[in-house]
């Protein structure tokens, strides 16, 4: 009844890669047996022993992991796999897996490129597989209480949404020490055409489309790059004006000094406001048209049956971002399994098409960026 | 030894005018001795009997309080005039008072138009007057001590200013309710050119300045009028480019509905960051850059001699915004009197150039967003 | 229309004479005519001085201002009188005064012994004499709707209460340092028999009261005298039984390192509890039975009445202390003047039997720790 | 390489049980082979079932479990069992599995008796076993970075300890209602003597002890039973006298209506403070001698190696209690591995003598209580 699951990236030195195992390994849903866990095939061995694999499925590349996977028995090959390489590699490695009948949960933002975007949405579509990208922080249970809270309208009409996501870890150099995290991500080889867009600004905006509902119409985009000798954009702020004419403020950085992970959302309505803060995830606070404000906790105070599904702990007994990271996986178990027709809310993960979302809004960016004006960005992925 | 003062505005159901009383009133430094409370004669007399005046000096209108004032004796008249009126009357009572030597306390925004903002410096100028614009919010001790440390180089070379204002009390038409401050901040006629800019922006970019000394160079604004009917802009986000390539944002609103009266800075350095947000006025959070936090309270941790200067209680007993007024109102009174030389920061208030400054910021964004472009902001009013 | 007062005490280096001062001003409801600011002649002249006196009325000594001023006519004589001297003086002070027929408004602890407060008692009856005293954290107008809330029910039946006092300047030897603060309040002399109890616990115990309008019953206390050298105690908790058997628990402490001034109150009821702290004076935290929260702010979803009268400025614009404070000299300047039956809060301030209350506490949990065991403290002043 | 377990307790409807499987999970160091999950042998299958065991091995009794297992070959049969019954049940379970050789992951508190406890103590220095209390709150980084400061001095000596836990989940008489958690809670047949001290005072006592190395020498207990009809105390406070003469105050509350899981542990020193609240439990505050603070963040500004080594991922993402919870699993599996030598945390665990420590405390407290005064607390347990 778990999912039997493969690994392209998230060798030695590699961070998210672990965070996805222990994501897939918290609900006991899923069984890692397959990786090609790194470029350098002597690393993707070492990751294999350490993770305990059968080293004959330690891959020394994703293509290879690829072919010797499907010439397995169904009930031995991997049904799912994990991509966590830079991002530079999302599109080939998900091709291939797709290609073969694999489902995929991939690392954001999906591509580089919007062809490369449509063209896994059209290969998902083609070949019947699960896509899911992680948005992890759409899988806190109490973003997904104000998920229900404001489409079920009990911040009245929505008219202004404001988006902020703030690190401070690239206000120095750190690609030019040898960090490997900063490297891939300056680069544009390997990040793609934004670096502070593509890494957080891509999670910022599909935050606001998870609990709005509400698509991006139209934007002007404003870059900068602070630290010098950089090659893309370490701060943005975008201005969005999102459906029905909702006036949106989307700001990130990677130069704010300080920040750690500072993602926080608002949304005010025609009766009321909310606030949620990343760093403070089991908290929402509901601003009231008088001034006051109510806080709800996770698990106390949240009562929607879509926040209520993805608990794990009682009020007042915190949960983290790996417990957000594995609702996602549990939710893509779930749809894989029987429980589907059972847990209502299977299919509450991010899915290809938000992907493309991302990379089209982020393209959009810097479109207006160039332009120094405003530009149309509604869109309409293939494959919905 | 007391300044003796007079108030133009502030009769029956003002609001601020109270506030600059008891300002004034506090440190026992002024005494109100004359006043055109109303454009209304019989509201005038009201105010002045509540307020305990000799009602021969509760004046019909501020013309003919001017008039007569100046006829008094040096030692009887007012040396010194409140002006607590709705914006488009700060220019022609300033005006007739600076001509008959009378130093002027007034409130934000300076003026409706440049021009205006402009006479106003050169009069101040040529009959040697001091005068003083009621941007509160830098009297707080610890906004002082946040000048402090950033001038000296704490946060190293500054990269970033985020400042917001945000408000929720226009959420609705309050102005078609028979709400008095809500009508004539939405009207023209009262409010010159602009609503939220003008009202809380100009706080916001005084602000800025204050902290920081960096001067507007370039901006993108982007104006949205929410509630229908209104006239006047109640929601805008302006893009910034100081001095020296420094980014900034700038966002404003009347429509986030609950909000009190959010306003937060926060700058990011080179090496640190700050944050202070006017709701919690006693604390001033530094981030350091390894992400964990410093937090100073006023008078306890504020170490810098212009903080303290500005302090009234230890540590842990809050002072307010009318403590932060009457800083204002104190450093004035000591550039009248003696003190002037002893007191090293008599002169930490802000000045008649201050508001061009504001005006002139108001302007350009008001251009920017007519424009649909960056335009260049930046700006040297006469006299300084 | 003014009340003319004076001062006994808040000569140069003090501070609470200050305060009083500040709160007397603020309203514009106060003269200051007279005072004997020290019990040394020459420094009580030079704070006339700096205070714009009629020097002859800057006393040499409280006993003399009570017979020059009763000399005066009664169209100039003081009205009422301020007590802002160390402890031990509070009785003599106030009863020469109180028995020439002038209104006292004095600093807590009320006296250093049970009998000296009940000689003030029977004398303020005696006289019909107005005497307040100041227990200025119940000035807030936060704390005055919790005190609505709390009467009226909406915590449900009140089961537990748990007070804390606990500041940190105590933490070093300041009274060998010539802290004069320091020295008087560790001096059993004119302290009394308590420091940390009768300094901060007075208070603490007061706003008990206030709020839950509970007596003490019972009492167990546990005093510690943390510094080397001291006489007098430093940290101190103690067990409380309030009316109707509700738990109580109040704990203070001058030896908290690093902490500033924090009084914080937490009453639980049957259905719900609330959460207030004196360093963050606008909000009140309500908690919610299902674990969630409700933050009330001062004039923003603070709707009773009695909040509302004791307010200055709107929602967002914060108040501190000395408005609190102030909040106790208006509603006395009330009550001496035709306001008082129009005002219908006007009696809301601490009373003589408010501060005899006050002392027997400290005295019986004095007598509890000398007796290692519970004792009874229930109490009832003369003259209520 | 992964550590075979079983579990005794844990069936449907319970809720710690999971949590230890989660814990155990997390980060892949564990594999679930056998359960006795349930008195009722139907549910244990159930969970079993559900869980994905070999059926065989869920058992109908613990007794049964530790006879077939020990029945099984030296790489199938569990090395180690996890027991999470109500308290009752700890040392008769523990009991069988130790003589059997069996390590030992427990739920707090150890047993109902101290005799029980000290058998145990016995047990695991006879067998050489492990044996890990889940006293999981001292699992969080944050936690162990204040004790790394803590007892390096960094507040000085240490004068003062004051800890609260406060629930409110037991203000109603949830037993009544067939809250299964509420029901074996407040029964003395399933909880032991204590209610409210058992089981989360005996996690305050040991998060003092954890982080201070201070143990408790006297005690002054007051207990209360507020809801109607219980058997046990629902709310209690401790006074505490630590070795050196440290000052401690202990208060813990079922019926603090609307706390969700309040626990708070602050420490005064002679040159500073701490404060740190298990609901913020990525944040540790450091208040410094002129009442500024430090905040800490776990993984960004938290130094220590032993705060690092308990980290799972950068600063700002944040952490929960069940990563808290794994800590323990995970050192206990380096405890048992090879990692012993290279993991310099290993034994970073809570003991069976911890867990004597927490039972004679409790016995002590009540002890106090009966008497009415202050007891002798000081203790060692035997094996240490």
Redesign the interface.
Known sequence: ??VRYGMVGGGPGA?IG??H??AA????GYELVAGAFSSDPAKSQVAGLE??LDLSRAYDSYEEMAESENALTEGDRIELVSIVTPNHLHHAVARIFLQKGVHVICDKPLTTTVEDAEDLCDLVDKHSCLFALTHSYTGYPIVKEARERVRGGE??EI??V?VEYS??WL??PLEKEGHKQAEWRTDPDRAGISSALGDIGSHAHNLVRYVTGLEVQRL?A?L?T?VDGRKLED?A?V?LELEGGV?G?L?V?Q????????LRL?I??????LDWS?????RLRL???????????R????TSERARAHT????????????AFANIYRNVACSLSSDRTTFPFADDFPTVQDGAHGVYFIHKALESYRL???VDASYSPPGV
């Open positions: 009844m778990t961070f672990k965070v195992r222990m390994a918290l609900d006991g993770l305990g911040l009245g008219r202004k404001v690190q401070g206000s120095t002007f404003d900068g602070v701060d702020t201005l006036r403020l700001s950085s130069i704010s000094t300080g920040e750690r992970n500072n608002r005010y309505g025609s009766s009321g406001g990343q760093e403070d995830p089991n601003i009231e048209s008088d001034g006051s404000e109510r806080v709800l906790h698990a106390a105070g949240a794990r702990l009682p009020g007042g007994h915190p949960e983290g971002l790996i417990e120094g004006g405003w």
